[in-house]
C-alpha cells in the first residue's frame, strides 16, 4: 500500500477540494470524511480519484451488521483503497463489513484494505472511563478493540501513535496502525487530545499517519506537507 502521509481533505465542498488539490503535483494518498462525502456524495470520489490520488474513505460505519455490510458492498464499487468502520460496533458487524466489501468488490480489482477506529484520538483516558465507562486504562481498550478487529479478520486499526507499537507486539508488523492526531511541534492540537509529530509517529510504530489541519490549515500547504512527509519518511 501506499505509504505516503494521508491528507485530509475535511473541506466542506467540491469547489475547496479542487482548489486545494490543484496546488500539489504529485499523486497524494487522500482521505475523504463524513463532512465532504455528506455534502458531494460518491461523486467526490469519483472526481479526486480521476486526478489520480489514491483514497482513504473515511466513513466511520457503525451500525447493525446487516446494515454495514450491505452499506460497505456498496462502497466497495468506488474503488477506494482504505474504509473504515468502528470496532466498538462489535465483532459480527466488522465481519459483515468485511463480507460485503469482498462481495461487492469487481472481480479483477484490489479489495481495499478495511480497518477499524479503537478509540478516537479525541478521546482522553478520563473521558472514556467517565462517558463509556470502560474500566481499563485507555491503551487496554485499544489493545482489546485492535485484538477484536483481528479475530474478525480486517487488515487493522485506526489509533494514536502512542498505541502502535504495543498493538503491533500484540497483533503483528503487517496489522495495519493508522494514526490521526499529527502536529508538527508546537503545532495548535485543536480538539484532538492524543498526538504526536511524523517522526514520532515512525519512531513509534505508525503504518500510516493521517494529517489535516497542520497542512491544510496552513500559510503555505505544499510547504507544510513537504516538512511533513520529509520528517515521516527520514
Ligand atoms: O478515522 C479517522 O480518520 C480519524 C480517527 C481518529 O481517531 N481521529 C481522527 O482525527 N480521525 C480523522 O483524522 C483527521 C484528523 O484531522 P486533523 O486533526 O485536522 O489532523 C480528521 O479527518 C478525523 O476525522
Known sequence: MNTKPIL???FPGDTEVVNF???FNEPLFVKIGMELYLQEGPDIVRKVKDLGHDIFLDLK????PNTVGSAMKGLAKLGVDLVNVHAAGGRPMME???EGLEAGTP???ERAA???VTQLTSTTEEQMQAEQKIALSLQESVLHYASLTKQA???GVVCSVHEAKAIAEVCGEDFLRVTPGIRLAGGDAHDQKRIATPDGAKRDGSSLIVVGRAVTGAQDPVAAYKIVSELWEA
Not at 460505519?61 to 447493525?64: E, N, Q, S, T
Open 8 to 10: 485530509a481533505l475535511d
Open 21 to 23: 488539490l490543484k496546488h
Open 61 to 64: 460505519l457503525h451500525d447493525i
Open 96 to 98: 459483515a463489513a468485511l
Open 107 to 109: 472481480a479483477g480489482r
Open 114 to 116: 478495511l480497518i477499524a
Open 153 to 155: 479478520g480486517l487488515n
